[in-house]
C-alpha cells in the first residue's frame, strides 16, 4: 500500500472520545439542578464529563481528603514501599486528631490494611494520620506527596494540607479534580478499589457503618467516600456500575447526609438513562501500516497510544465517521511511540475529536544500498508529487 492511499480519508468506523456537548441540545433533555454547590457526572472509561455546574470551582473537600491519603497508601503498597502487613505505632499525634475516628489507641500497633480500611470505610481520622506519618514521617511531608500526586493526576484545582480533610484555608478541591482521583482509583488499583463497597467495618469492638446511603439504596453503587465539615456540608463522590457502563458522580455542599444521596442519585440516574460508552479499539491495537522509506522493513504498525473509548447520548453513534492520514514519506529510524499520522472523528462534517496515530513498533535503518536506493526513489517522488 503506497502514501498515497495512505493519505486518502478513510471511512474508519472508530469513535474517539467526544464531548456530549458537540451535540444539539434538543437531542436528549436537560441535565438535574442539583441542590448542591458543585457537582460532575464523569464516565469512568472515556473521562467525558457528561454534566456539570461549577465543577472547577476551588471548594472545601472535608473528608473526600482522604480518596487522595487512601490512593497514595495503596500506591506505596504497589511500589513495594509498604506493605499490607506492616505494623504501624500509633503516635499521639495521630490518637489526639479530633472529627472522626477509628478508634485506635495510642502506643499501639496497627497494621497498614487495618488502617487503610478505617480510613475509607469509618473515615477515621486518627487512621489517616497514623498512615500518613508512617509512609512519609509527618502530616506536612505526607502533605507534599499529596500535592505531587495532585500534579500528576492533572488536579489543577487542588491542595491539600493535612491527609484528613480538616479544615484549612488552604486546603481544598474541586468536584472535577475528585472525579479524576476516583477515576484513577478504579482503574489503577482494582482489588484496593473493592473496599470502597464494604458497607461496615469493626474496630475495637465497634462496628461502624459506612456512610455512603447509596451502597444500602443501589446495588449497582460500589464505591467511594464521603464527607462533612460545617464549611464544606455534606459532599459524596459515589461510583456505580450499570450493563458495563460506569459512572462517577461528585457533589459538594449539600445540606444533610440524606439530601447527598439523594442529588447524587439523580446525576446517576440521567447518566445511564440518557448515555452510552463503548470501547472500539484497546491501545495498541494495529489499525494500519504506513510505508516506510529507509527502513530495515519497509512498513511500520500504526494504532493508538490510549484506548478509543467515547461517551455519547444514546442513539447518536450511528452519526458518527472517521478519516485517518498518515505523515507523508516516514523515513527510519523511527522509533516505538512516534507520532505518525492522525484520526479525526467527525459528526455532520465537523471534526469533534481528534487523536495521534503512533508507530506500534520502532524500525531500525536499513542497510547502505536501501538508503541509497529510497534516496533516489524519494527524488524522484518529490518531482513529480
Known sequence: ????????????????????????????????????????????????????????????????????????????????????????????????????????KVGSQVTVSDLLHGIIIQSGNDASVALSEHIAGSEDAFADMMNKTVADLGMTNSHFMNPT??????????????????????????????????????????KQPNRNLLLWRDKTVDGLKTGHTDEAGYCMVSSAVRDGMRLIAVVFGTS??????????????????????????????????APVWKGA????KAGLAEDLTMTLPKGQLKKLAASMTMNPQLVAPIAKGDVIGKVEVKLDD???????????????EGGIFRRMWDSIRLFFYGLFN
Open 165 to 206: 480533610g480538616l479544615p484549612n484555608p488552604e486546603h481544598y478541591s474541586s468536584a472535577h479534580d475528585m472525579a479524576v482521583l476516583a477515576r484513577a482509583i478504579i482503574h489503577e488499583d482494582p482489588a484496593h478499589y473493592a473496599i470502597y463497597s464494604q458497607k461496615e467495618f469493626f474496630w475495637n469492638g465497634i
Open 1 to 104: 500500500m503506497n502514501i498515497t492511499t495512505f493519505a486518502k480519508r478513510l471511512c474508519l468506523l472508530v469513535p474517539l472520545l467526544l464531548s456530549p456537548a458537540a451535540f444539539a441540545v434538543e437531542m436528549m433533555p436537560s441535565p438535574p439542578q442539583l441542590a448542591a454547590k458543585a457537582y460532575v457526572l464523569m464516565d469512568a472509561s472515556s473521562g467525558n464529563v457528561l454534566v456539570e455546574n461549577n465543577g472547577d470551582q476551588r471548594l472545601p473537600p472535608a473528608s473526600l481528603t482522604k480518596l487522595m491519603t487512601a490512593y497514595i497508601a495503596t500506591l506505596e503498597i504497589r511500589r513495594g514501599q509498604i506493605g499490607e502487613n506492616d505494623p504501624v505505632t500509633v503516635s499521639e499525634n495521630a490518637w489526639r486528631t479530633g472529627g472522626s475516628r477509628m478508634f485506635i
Open 256 to 289: 444533610s447526609e440524606v439530601a447527598r444521596a439523594a442529588e447524587t442519585q439523580k446525576l446517576l440516574t440521567y447518566g445511564f438513562r440518557f448515555f452510552e460508552t463503548q470501547t472500539f479499539y484497546q491501545k495498541g491495537t494495529e489499525l494500519a501500516q
Open 297 to 300: 522493513t519497509n512498513q511500520v
Open 350 to 364: 465537523k471534526v469533534v475529536h481528534s487523536a495521534d496515530l503512533i508507530a506500534l513498533d520502532a524500525v531500525d
